[in-house]
């Protein structure tokens, strides 16, 4: 679903029976990052006592699921599920807790939502399918990271053993890094694609890390295809860099 308009919602909400924008939907009204790219559907929730099935029309998905009344709350004039229950509602559907953990960051960086009050929902749904998962997303959330990139990185840097590093941290008054191992002196950079546009920022990220080195520190970079196709080379990689510098 793309660009969706408040006036779209309210449309589309009279086809069924009290429902709320959910999952997906409701997250990009909220701004939230997701791993997966906004697509066409419109999802919204119809509550009822429990977990039930989904069903997909023209352009529209409708979920059954229990509704309680604090999970669900009013933006700009359209009913939609709360950050909270946004949140583990992805969290529980993803493929992966990473999923949930983009999605969670996302939402405290935002200011959205805590983790509390997203671990309050966890327990509402205890025993909904996937409701692990997204406790384990949920659990591991972290406003630092900036980017979904970012949060799957941290994710993968975890589930492989390294130590945590710091996020967003200043070296110098003009300098900000994603990822900081202080003790070991390595710093590590998530660069998305559109991170450089111009030959340009090239350079001046060129500089950038030569003044980083010329501080002691080691730069370890990496992109989308070393997180979700060669996380082991990475780990290597930053293993290797860690244990170096200890």
């Not at 959910?22 to 990052?33: R, T, V």
């Not at 200011?111 to 659990?139: F, N, T, Y």
């Amino acid at each position: 679903m793309r660009n969706l308009s408040v006036e779209a919602a309210e449309a589309f909400a009279v086809l069924v029976r009290d429902p709320v924008v959910s999952y997906w939907s409701a997250a990009e009204l909220w701004g939230m990052s997701t791993l997966r790219p906004p697509d066409e559907l419109l999802h919204l929730t119809r509550p009822r006592r429990s977990k039930g099935a989904e069903h997909t029309y023209d352009g529209l998905v409708v979920h059954h699921a229990g509704l309680p009344a604090e999970h669900r709350t009013v933006k700009d004039g359209v009913r939609i599920t709360t950050p909270a229950r946004t949140v583990v509602d992805i969290a529980r559907s993803g493929l992966s807790v990473r999923a949930g953990v983009v999605v969670a960051d996302s939402a405290l960086r935002l200011g959205l939502c805590d983790v509390e009050d997203m671990l309050a929902v966890c327990r509402a749904c205890q025993k909904w399918p996937g409701a692990q998962r997204a406790r384990a997303a949920v659990s591991f959330a972290d406003p630092g990271g900036t980017s979904p990139l970012e949060s799957i990185s941290r994710w993968e840097f975890a589930r492989g053993g390294l130590p945590a590093p710091r996020l967003q941290q200043w070296i110098t008054p003009r300098i900000c890094v994603d990822f900081l191992w202080r003790a070991a002196r390595v710093i590590g950079e998530a660069d998305g694609r559109v991170k450089y546009t111009s030959p340009d920022d090239l350079y001046a990220e060129k500089l950038r890390q030569e003044h980083l080195e010329r501080l002691g520190y080691r730069v370890v970079r990496w992109g989308w295809d070393d997180v979700i196709k060669n996380q082991s080379a990475l780990l290597t990689r930053l293993t290797r860099a860690l244990v170096t510098r200890s």
